[in-house]
């Protein structure tokens, strides 16, 4: 009986940290072949994606951060929470977006291609 209650109680002491990094994945480790890190300090990091047609990414999560659409297009979102959402984004578009954890798929013709500027938490206080 006792062993039963600790292993319960190692178990639910542990399953915050495997559920928490498994819904915190670092896009330009699990997306590597479609994000490349191209600069990083204590304050920000600034990623390049590329979204070939009809490639979907693996789940993964952002700060808060800023998108400069380079080459625009139609995407599929995936949230976190179930929710599916489609979009367009247009060449030379700058956006803002809270901290997210989501997959995206590019549905249409041509490739996306944008620049994401992540703040990080002291950056984003300020």
């Known amino acids: 009986m ?3 209650f600790l292993i319960t109680f190692a178990i639910a002491l542990a399953l915050p940290i495997f559920v928490t990094r498994a819904f915190a994945q670092d896009p330009a480790v699990v997306n590597s072949k ?3 890190v191209k600069f ?19 789940v993964h999560s ?6 400069y659409v380079l080459e625009g297009g139609r995407y599929r979102n995936y949230a976190s ?14 956006l803002f977006r809270e901290p997210l954890t989501h997959a995206a798929e590019n549905i249409g013709d041509k490739a996306l291609h944008m620049i994401l500027v ?5 950056a984003a206080k300020k």
Do not use: S
């Not at 300090?41 to 693996?58: C, I, S």
């Not at 952002?62 to 998108?67: C, D, F, L």
């Not at 992540?118 to 002291?122: H, N, T, V």
């Open 62 to 67: 952002h700060p808060a951060y800023v998108i």
């Open 40 to 58: 990083e300090n204590d304050r920000v990091r600034v990623l390049e994606a590329t979204l070939p047609p009809g490639v979907k990414e693996q």
């Open 118 to 122: 992540e703040l990080k938490d002291e």
């Open 34 to 36: 479609t994000i490349r």
């Open 81 to 94: 929470d179930g929710k599916v959402t489609e979009g367009e984004l247009k060449t030379g578009e700058v």
């Open 2 to 4: 006792r062993t039963r």
